[in-house]
């Protein structure tokens, strides 16, 4: 009986921390947010006091662990986060032809809910989702040209916004949304990885539209490297401290904002 | 609602096509260079220290090739870039390989070397600055040069080297050379 007893406190135990891990990264809320075609965008969000807001447009709802992470370690910090669920609002599949499908006044309409808060807004993508960042901001800026804008500035962490393939010889082609708005910007690069050789000609391209751009090479790390399977120590290492890069990120872009 | 149901099928239906395609493989294969695409100097140490000059190859068909060692498809291609050299030098083609490392350390360049064993000649470009004047943005970047200079083919990521169609068009690349001096 006293064992039986033992036992179940045991399972007890071990549950309560099982489901305490489970939720330590979780977001405070989920909200729902209806666009003007009734699709329904789950946004999760890890609510803080702080006057800065992050949105992180992160299209794999379910996988994005080490961004989970880091939008609680922000939270704690008193930025709050935001991330939509672009992908699996429009029942999309995670390959790079399905950003073209999102409709754009869906992302700034989402700008337009986290507007509400009063709080400086920042956005945040990685990879090929950084279009998807350019393109809104791009749209936003057209809205609302003149007004009091609470757009802060954008981090693209290793972005691909190659049109096609690259050709060998040839300067690269990008995303019809590079260049198109005026938002300072912070570009982050992993150095072991070829695109590093195409910064420069990235951030002169992302300049044109008149945005003041930063770019910084992360030593020893390569392109994506908080969603590898296979880190390698530099990478845990980054990725373990992703918080302070884009806290570090967001100072420059207040400064250029100002 | 309505919209979400139709993108869904849709995508359902890409999602498909994209699984069909992906069971056969797509082969990269070498691009016709465009007519104005100008071979920029090369001219970088080997892994021992000494100097080669891209200039002092005319009249040898020369693949240049851009590559890192955190690159996967230049790791796996590089075999086949040995199984070419041998096969042309059987059809007894003057060829030669240069492989131009990315802005890496000689000791992450060395272990590399030491495990994929490159039977070619391996530069480094420490600063970048070949990288650079090449236009090149992507690993592995290949040019295709012949016997004049000039180059001819581009490529762009990991491919079989030693394929008929590509041993052929260098073969028939040096040929070119051949026949016009006999002419």
Redesign the interface.
């Given at each position: 009986m006293n064992q039986g007893f033992l036992y179940f406190r045991y399972v007890f135990f071990v549950c309560g921390l099982f489901f305490l891990s489970f939720n330590s990264y979780a977001s405070n809320q989920i909200k729902t947010i209806t666009t003007s075609d009734d699709s329904e965008i789950d946004v999760r969000i890890f609510s803080a006091k702080g006057e800065k807001l992050l949105i992180g447009f992160a299209c794999d709802q379910g996988k994005s662990i080490a961004e989970e992470k880091t939008a609680q370690v922000l939270a704690n910090d008193g930025i709050e986060v935001w991330m939509p669920d672009m992908l699996t609002a429009y029942m999309l599949p995670k390959v790079r032809s399905s950003l073209s499908d999102i409709p754009i006044e869906d992302l700034t309409k989402i700008i337009e809910e986290a507007k509400k808060t009063k709080k400086q807004i920042y956005l945040v993508a990685s990879g090929a989702d950084t279009e998807l960042v350019l393109r809104a901001v791009a749209e936003w800026e057209k809205l609302h040209v003149g007004s009091d804008n609470l757009l802060g500035g954008a981090i693209l962490m290793f972005p691909r916004l190659n049109k096609s393939k690259p050709e060998p010889g040839k300067p690269p082609e990008y995303q019809d949304a590079v260049g198109k708005t005026k938002l300072p910007l912070m570009v982050l690069e992993g150095e072991r990885t070829p695109n590093r050789w195409g910064l420069g000609h990235l951030v002169n391209s992302l300049k044109k539209g008149g945005s003041t751009v930063y770019a910084k090479l992360i030593p020893n790390v390569r392109g994506y490297f908080f969603k590898r399977k296979d880190p390698n120590t530099p990478e845990d290492l980054v990725t373990s401290q992703m918080s302070g890069l884009i806290k570090a990120s967001l100072f420059f872009l207040g400064k250029a904002h100002k | 609602?309505?919209?979400?149901?139709i993108?869904?099928l849709k995508?359902s239906v890409?999602?498909c096509l994209?699984l069909i395609a992906s069971t056969s493989l797509q082969a990269a294969e070498l691009?016709k260079?465009e007519a104005d695409?100008v071979t920029p100097a090369l001219k970088l140490e080997d892994i021992k220290g000494e100097i080669l000059d891209l200039k002092d190859l005319q009249g040898k068909v020369v693949l240049v090739q851009?590559w890192?060692t955190?690159?996967t498809p230049c790791r796996v291609e590089m075999p086949s870039m040995n199984n070419l050299i041998k096969k042309l030098e059987v059809s007894k083609t003057p060829f030669k390989i240069i492989a131009v490392n990315?802005?890496e350390t000689k000791e992450e360049i060395q272990k590399f070397i030491d495990e994929v064993k490159p039977e070619f000649t391996v530069l480094m470009d420490s600063k970048?600055e070949n990288?650079?004047a090449?236009?090149?943005?992507?690993?592995p970047?290949?040019?295709v040069i012949d016997t004049k200079g000039k180059?001819r083919y581009?490529?762009?990521?990991g491919v079989e080297w030693d394929s008929e169609s590509i041993t052929k068009a260098i073969q028939d690349l040096a040929l070119e050379d051949s026949s016009e001096n006999k002419s």
């Open positions: - | 609602m309505k919209n979400q149901i993108m869904y995508n890409l999602m994209i691009k260079a695409l851009f890192a955190y690159c990315m802005g970048g990288v650079q090449w236009n090149v943005f992507a690993a970047s290949n040019f180059i581009t490529l762009y990521g």
